[in-house]
C-alpha cells in the first residue's frame, strides 16, 4: 500500500470513528434534562421564600430522560473499544477521542443521578469545583472570587450605573444581535440564527449555529454587547470552527472538559474587547461563591438569600440560584 493510500485509510478511520461520537452524544441534552417546571417557581414564591423547592429522585423519576441510558453508555464504551482496537491505544488521537467517550459515560451517570447527591460529586468531576486549585498553595477559584469581589465593593457604586439600564426587550435584543452575528459571520459557510426561546433558565444559551435568547428577559446595551462577545464571538466562533474540520468532527461538540477553556476565553475576551465591567464581574463573583455555599452543604434557600442581601431582585435572585 502506498503511502498516499495508508495516510487515506487512516483519515477515514478517523472521521468514521470521530462521526460515531458526534451522533451518539446527539440526545444527550443536559440542561433539558435537569431544568425545572415552572410550578416550583410559583410554589417557592407563595411560600414567601420559606420552603424548599420539593426537588428530589422522585421528581426526575416523572420526566425520564430521553434517551436509554445503559444503551447509551454501552454505546460509547462499544466506540471506546474499536478506538483501541483500529488507532492503537497510544495514538494521540485515540487518547484523546477515549476520553471523550469516557466523559460521555460520565455525563449519562450523573443524569441518572438527578436527585441525588452523586449527580454534584460526578459534575464536579467534569466540570470542576469552586474549591480547585491551579497551583499547590495558590487560592483557590473560590478564595479568588471572594479577593474580586471584595476589592470591588471598594469601586463607586455609581460607576458604569448607565450601563445596566434594560430597556430593550428579548425581542429587540434578537434583531439587534442577528444583524451584528450577520456582519461578523458573513464569510461563515454557516448561518447563524438568534431566536426567543420560553424554556431556557438564563438569558440567553448558545447552541451550535444559534443564540437563544429568553423571550421574558430585559436587557441593556452593554448586556446585547456582552452577548454579541460572550455567545457569538467565542461559544458560536469555536463551535463553527469546529464544524469546519473534515477529519476530527468530534471538534464540533464541547465535552464537558472544554466548559471551562471555553467560559474562561469568553469572559477574557469580554475584558480585552472592554465590554465588561465591575458590576459585571461582580455577578460572575457571586456565582462562583454561590457554588461553593452550595458545595459546602448551603441549601436553595439559603443561596437565594446569599443573592438577596447581593441587592438582586427576587426573580434574578431564583434565576441565579437555580443555575
Not at 24 to 46: E, G, T, V, Y
Not at 181 to 210: H, M, P
Not at 245 to 250: A, G, H, K, L, V
Not at 253 to 261: E, L, Q
Request: with cysteine.
Amino acid at each position: 500500500m502506498s503511502k498516499s493510500s495508508a495516510s487515506d485509510t487512516y483519515k477515514q478511520t478517523i472521521k468514521a470513528l470521530s462521526d460515531r461520537i458526534v451522533e451518539a452524544q446527539r440526545p444527550i441534552r443536559i440542561l433539558d434534562s435537569i431544568k425545572w417546571d415552572n410550578s416550583i417557581q410559583q410554589q417557592f414564591f407563595a411560600a414567601d421564600f420559606k420552603e424548599l423547592p420539593a426537588i428530589d429522585k422522585e421528581y426526575y423519576a416523572q420526566t425520564p430522560l430521553t434517551f436509554d441510558s445503559q444503551g447509551k453508555k454501552l454505546e460509547f464504551e462499544e466506540i471506546a473499544r474499536d478506538i483501541r482496537r483500529k488507532l492503537g491505544q497510544f495514538n494521540p488521537l485515540a487518547r484523546i477521542m477515549e476520553r471523550l467517550c469516557r466523559e460521555y459515560c460520565d455525563v449519562i451517570r450523573m443524569l441518572e443521578s438527578r436527585g441525588q447527591a452523586e449527580f454534584s460529586h460526578i459534575s464536579q468531576q467534569l466540570y470542576g469545583s469552586s474549591t480547585d486549585a491551579f497551583h499547590a498553595g495558590d487560592p483557590n477559584l473560590s478564595d479568588m472570587a471572594v479577593m474580586i469581589s471584595d476589592t470591588l465593593v471598594n469601586i463607586d457604586k455609581d460607576f458604569g450605573k448607565n450601563l445596566e439600564v434594560k430597556d430593550i426587550t428579548g425581542e429587540q435584543a434578537v434583531a439587534m444581535l442577528q444583524e451584528r452575528l450577520d456582519n461578523y459571520f458573513k464569510t461563515s459557510e454557516r448561518l447563524v440564527e438568534v431566536r426567543l426561546d420560553d424554556g431556557i433558565i438564563s438569558d440567553a444559551a448558545a447552541g451550535a449555529d444559534y443564540i437563544k435568547i429568553r423571550r421574558d428577559a430585559m436587557f441593556s446595551q452593554c448586556d446585547v454587547r456582552l452577548l454579541e462577545i460572550h455567545e457569538g464571538w467565542v461559544h458560536l466562533g469555536t463551535t463553527l470552527n469546529g464544524l469546519q474540520q473534515p477529519i476530527c468532527t468530534f471538534l464540533s461538540k464541547g465535552a464537558p472538559s472544554s466548559t471551562m477553556t471555553q467560559e474562561g476565553l469568553a469572559i477574557i475576551t469580554e475584558i480585552f474587547y472592554f465590554a465588561s465591567y465591575p458590576a459585571r464581574v461582580r455577578r460572575l463573583t457571586n456565582r462562583v461563591i454561590a457554588v461553593n455555599m452550595v458545595e459546602e452543604g448551603a441549601d436553595f434557600i439559603q443561596v437565594f438569600n446569599y443573592f438577596r442581601d447581593q441587592g438582586l431582585s427576587e426573580t434574578d435572585c431564583y434565576n441565579q440560584t437555580l443555575r
